[in-house]
């Protein structure tokens, strides 16, 4: 269970990186929401279109690390990575992020309830 976990947050950076906003609907949950690390928290909806239009430019995904812990409800995928991107028309740039990923099983499918990212 643990490598189908880190495989899906691997699936979620590389589906990011590809603009491959088809992959990540499958990934997230529908009531999935992006805490940016502003503290914005964006709705699903709203960071599948800005991915689609280019606002939300991912360009690499570098994992340094990657948890996982079994939570009562499911698991939490914590991955520290160095992403290259553009946001919002800013010139690109690397940011060290940890995103936490809470991840639940739903109709038989591991599906991410959330991410929260922050620097480190």
Known sequence: MKNDLIEL????NRAMVAA???RLDQLLA????????TGYVQPRA???TEIK???MAYFDSQ??????EETSTGWQVTGKSRVTASIHGSARHVWPLKTVLPIQRTSGQLQIMAAV???Y
């Open 46 to 48: 709203e960071w599948l």
């Open 30 to 37: 529908p009531q999935f929401t992006l805490t940016h690390m």
């Open 9 to 12: 947050y691997r699936n979620y």
């Open 117 to 119: 990212v922050t620097t």
């Open 53 to 55: 239009q280019g606002q």
């Open 20 to 22: 491959d906003v088809e």
């Open 63 to 68: 994992a340094d690390q990657i948890t996982v």
